[in-house]
């Protein structure tokens, strides 16, 4: 009997899911059901499985056999967060961001006292943010962003004292800003922006000295604005509170007399205990009539201006009744003129690095009877590869032939790398021929191949097609000869002075919209013949447009042939123009969510039809001021709704998080969900 326990005991030792699995699979289960009621995502999670074993979709356990962490963003799920999710007491990170979830936020969530990251921003859960969230010691970030949350800031989110981002923008919250924020001494990034909160900035709030950036705009806060916020320059923005005063800071007016004494007023102790602080319309969220990722039911810009009117009432009712309150935080991650306004500056940790010009490849030493054929005697590639090649390689005669020797009225385009003629084949098809000199190809053989065979490998209705490629020893260049594509790259169709250049109309422009998505979707996604690639340069110039106004993009894979110099020196031209996303400067790497930071950018141009997005041109789009910030020369015509989905859209994709951008699958989706958009 003895022996048997000794067993048993070192059993559950080894076995801890035993311990805890009964729980934790019960209360998935629960959670199962209420997130994804018509079982269309999560058919993984059953009841014979082990938790931990990595066959539980978005479902990871810790070395104790304890689930950790549940990650089921942008997974198109509709339900509700049950309260069963407090049984999962070993949680450090619940993300369940960008979904349809709808329902109040369940008071048993502070129950998880172990959760770092709580993300539950992106959805449609409504009711007010439950106070008991302040007692989750260990919290480190809280997005709650882009719902339709009302009530107001719970004066107890100042006991969050690990609290480092507090997200709560694009709400219905009202009432004022609580002081005690002020108390939570790690905040750096504070976003209340697009809510209905009223009030002075607390000056405990300003004083903390960790704050990066605090985001309050459009809102209806008055009085004087703390000076501590002067050190954070354009990280604090207060653009769209009318009674905002002081001294230092742009676009605001002097205090008064008047405005002093509303700012040194004592601050309450609670906020929104009355019920004329909640339920107010909301002004930041114009409604789309559809569902989905980010879908949510846009009102028409009439009904906007009489729900303005009325949060104009309403607010000086509750200022005459005198309830102040104060809430706040979580910074809008996306700083507005640094994000947009890119320059040379933002690569100095690139240049740092260590970059030097490779000699040209070894290839060019090489004479073959058709010129440089990288594949002659080449054993890199099985036999099936060295056919799909032989299917893709043109000599120099049928190159030279086509661009007439490569005549200066052939020329479209130079490079710091190279040029691109226009050629016509001995078949009459138009091409484009791009060539890439040999000092600017990689000098490893293998990986010239590898990345010749990546860029054969690409087969979409929105990229622009390899025909095939010729590398020449005699002229030291390599050439890509692609379809010619007849309309020009999106940034023709920017910046049009009305009368000398072509206005893209509104439905072609969702279109556009539509096609670069489903073209850099295909460069994400893995496929069975290709990996999945990051393009690293989306740009208007990289979009071209067919003779049908379809977008493909273009030179996708082309880094896999360049010298890191030349890669480098690329960038710093997407940088100047805005493309390149904030996290570059510090990490030095690409991601899938760089180049849907650079898509987002795209939005914005397609939407304003000027190169340049600014910082002004993001705070009209975040309130839906159609007029401040869509093309003129549309005159009026597109669809408030469809303008609205997309100018939401180009938002999150602009993010200055990463973390906080959606992917490109989902953006397609969404985009797919809604028939109306498109």
């Not at 970030?141 to 800031?153: D, E, F, K, R, W």
Request: proline fraction near 3%; charged fraction near 20%; glycine fraction near 8%.
């Amino acid at each position: 009997m003895k022996c048997s326990l000794h067993l048993l005991f070192f059993t559950l030792l080894l076995n801890p899911t035993w311990v805890y699995g009964n729980d934790e699979h019960k209360a998935l289960m629960d959670l199962k059901t209420s997130l994804d009621p018509q079982d269309n995502y999560l058919s993984s999670w059953t009841m014979n499985g082990n938790l931990c074993d990595g066959s539980y979709e978005g479902v990871a356990c810790n070395e104790m056999g304890q689930v950790a962490n549940i990650s089921l963003q942008g997974k198109g799920l509709s339900g509700k967060l049950s309260p069963s999710i407090a049984a999962l007491k070993h949680l450090t990170g619940l993300y369940l961001h960008y979904n349809s979830l709808y329902g109040e936020i369940p008071r048993e969530v502070a129950n998880l006292t172990q959760l770092n990251d709580l993300y539950l921003n992106v959805n449609h859960l409504s009711g007010e943010i439950p106070p008991e969230i302040g007692n989750m010691e260990n919290l480190q970030v809280l997005q709650l962003c882009y719902n339709h949350l009302t009530g107001s800031i719970p004066t107890q989110f100042g006991g969050l004292k690990k609290l480092s981002v507090l997200a709560l923008q694009s709400n219905q919250l009202t009432g004022a800003i609580p002081a005690s924020l002020g108390d939570s001494g790690t905040l750096m990034r504070v976003d209340l922006s697009s809510n209905h909160l009223f009030g002075s900035i607390p000056t405990r709030l300003a004083n903390v000295p960790s704050l990066q950036v605090l985001d309050v705009h459009n809102n209806t806060l008055s009085g004087s604005v703390p000076p501590a916020l002067k050190r954070l320059d354009d990280a604090f923005l207060y653009e769209k509170n009318s009674g905002l005063c002081g001294v230092g800071f742009s676009s605001l007016k002097a205090c008064g007399a008047s405005d002093h004494a509303n700012s040194t007023r004592p601050e309450p102790y609670d906020a929104g205990v009355d019920g004329l602080t909640r339920n107010i319309p909301e002004t930041a969220n114009v409604k789309l009539p559809c569902n989905g990722t980010w879908c949510q039911s846009y009102s028409k810009s009439k009904q906007a201006t009489s729900i303005k009117i009325g949060i104009v009432l309403v607010t000086i009712a509750m200022s005459a009744i005198g309830i102040l309150t104060f809430a706040l935080y979580r910074r809008r991650k996306q700083q507005l003129g640094n994000a947009f306004d890119i320059s040379e500056s933002r690569l100095s940790t690139d240049q740092g690095k260590s970059v030097y010009r490779k000699n040209g490849s070894p290839l060019v030493s090489l004479e073959y009877s058709k010129g440089w054929d990288p594949m002659a005697d080449s054993r890199t590639f099985s036999g099936d590869s060295q056919d799909m090649f032989q299917n893709f390689r043109f000599n120099l005669e049928e190159v030279e032939s086509a661009t007439q020797y490569f005549s200066e009225l052939n020329l479209l385009d130079k490079s710091n790398f190279g040029a691109t003629y226009k050629g016509v084949l001995r078949d009459g098809s138009v091409v484009s021929v791009k060539s890439i000199s040999k000092t600017s190809c990689k000098s490893d053989e293998a990986e010239f191949l590898k990345g010749l065979n990546i860029l054969t490998s690409l087969h979409s209705d929105n990229l622009v097609r390899l025909r095939g490629f010729c590398c020449s020893r005699g002229r030291g260049e390599c050439f890509l000869i692609y379809d010619f594509v007849s309309h020009g790259n999106l940034s023709r169709y920017l910046d049009v002075k009305e009368g000398d250049g072509e206005v893209l109309e509104w439905s072609t422009r969702v279109s556009i919209a539509k096609g670069i998505a489903k073209g850099i979707a295909y460069l994400h996604a893995h496929k069975s013949n290709k990996p999945a690639l990051v393009h690293q340069n989306i740009s208007a110039e990289k979009v071209l447009i067919d003779q049908r106004y379809n977008p493909l993009v273009s030179d996708s894979g082309l880094y896999k042939l360049l010298t890191n110099d030349i890669v480098f020196s690329e960038l710093k031209a997407s940088a100047a123009k805005g493309y390149l996303a904030p996290e570059y400067t510090t990490t030095g790497r690409f991601t899938e969510k760089s180049d849907v930071y650079a898509f987002g950018v795209l939005l914005f141009q397609i939407l304003t039809g000027k190169k340049k997005v600014t910082s002004s041109t993001r705070l009209a789009a975040e309130s839906f001021s159609f007029k401040e910030f869509m093309d003129p020369n549309l005159h009026g015509r597109f669809f408030e709704y469809e303008a609205a989905k997309l100018a939401k859209m180009a938002l999150l994709c602009s993010h200055e998080s990463s973390f906080e951008r959606p992917t490109m699958e989902a953006i397609v989706q969404e985009l797919s969900n809604c028939s109306s958009c498109i």
